[in-house]
């Protein structure tokens, strides 16, 4: 059974930086591709970006390209994302997925 539990959430002013975690349990992050999806408040759920299996090839939302890194520790079998230059717009609920599994989410607050 896949388990994935996100951390690192917090209230951040704009302009600040936040790097997120995602404990896995029940896959191997280091073979399967993982997202990270968020939803905003009154919104649906929006993917922001994925790393594939293997090779490690990512992929980003335009909404976040060149601001946020995803990344992973094979060996702590835990997903990253690091949040660089966030916007009040960055404010969600941030979640990891892999396929139809999500975690409970971490909040993200970017707010002065």
């Known amino acids: 059974q896949v388990q994935l539990v996100e951390s690192g959430g917090g209230l951040v002013q704009p302009g600040g930086s936040l790097r997120l975690s995602c404990a896995a349990s029940?896959?191997?992050?280091?073979?399967?591709?993982m997202s990270w999806v968020r939803q905003a408040p009154g919104k649906g759920l929006e993917w922001v970006s994925s790393?594939?299996?293997?090779?490690?090839?990512?992929s980003y939302a335009d909404s976040v390209k060149g601001r946020f890194t995803i990344s992973r520790d094979n060996a702590k079998n835990t997903l990253y994302l690091q949040m660089n230059m966030l916007k009040p717009e960055d404010t969600a609920v941030y979640y990891c997925?892999?396929?139809?599994?999500r975690g409970p989410g971490t909040q993200v607050t970017v707010s002065s």
């Open positions: 997925s892999y396929r139809e599994t």
């Open positions: 029940g896959i191997a992050v280091s073979w399967a591709r």
């Open positions: 790393i594939s299996g293997g090779t490690g090839s990512t």
